[in-house]
């Protein structure tokens, strides 16, 4: 599966963006779908990720942006998406999209992830 992210810019604080991954190559309804980012000098860490089908559209999100950030999917589209409200500085990084066909439970780590995007930058000045 191969990955495209868009969506990232430059917004201040209180700020939306919606960032977009479009999947083509593959059976997109089979895999989860993740958002990860990393921050300069940081380790990439993960921010959401969203369950295949079958799994009842399950969600999880870090805490860092619960209540703040959403995520789902559209799977006609190939796509999954995140809303990002309400942003803060410490929300800036580049933001990357990926795939896994791993437990649920482990959908958090980012070494179960084999498929990633070219990551999209996201700024929020304060």
């Known amino acids: 599966v191969q990955l495209q992210a868009s969506g990232g810019g430059l917004v201040q604080a209180g700020g939306s963006l919606r960032l977009s991954c479009a999947a083509s190559?593959?059976?997109?309804?089979?895999?989860?779908g993740g958002w990860f980012r990393q921050a300069p000098g940081k380790e990439r860490e993960f921010v959401a990720g969203?369950?295949?089908?079958?799994?009842?559209?399950?969600?999880r999100y870090a805490d860092s942006v619960k209540g703040r950030f959403t995520i789902s999917r559209d799977n006609a589209k190939n796509t999954v998406y995140l809303q990002m409200n309400s942003l803060k500085p410490e929300d800036t990084a580049v933001y990357y999209c990926?795939?896994?066909?791993?437990?649920?439970?482990?959908?958090?780590?980012?070494?179960?992830?084999?498929?990633w995007g070219q990551g999209t930058q996201v700024t929020v000045s304060s």
């Open positions: 990926a795939v896994t066909q791993v437990l649920w439970a482990y959908v958090d780590n980012t070494r179960h992830y084999t498929n």
């Open positions: 190559g593959g059976t997109f309804r089979n895999f989860h």
């Open positions: 969203i369950s295949r089908s079958g799994y009842g559209s399950a969600s």
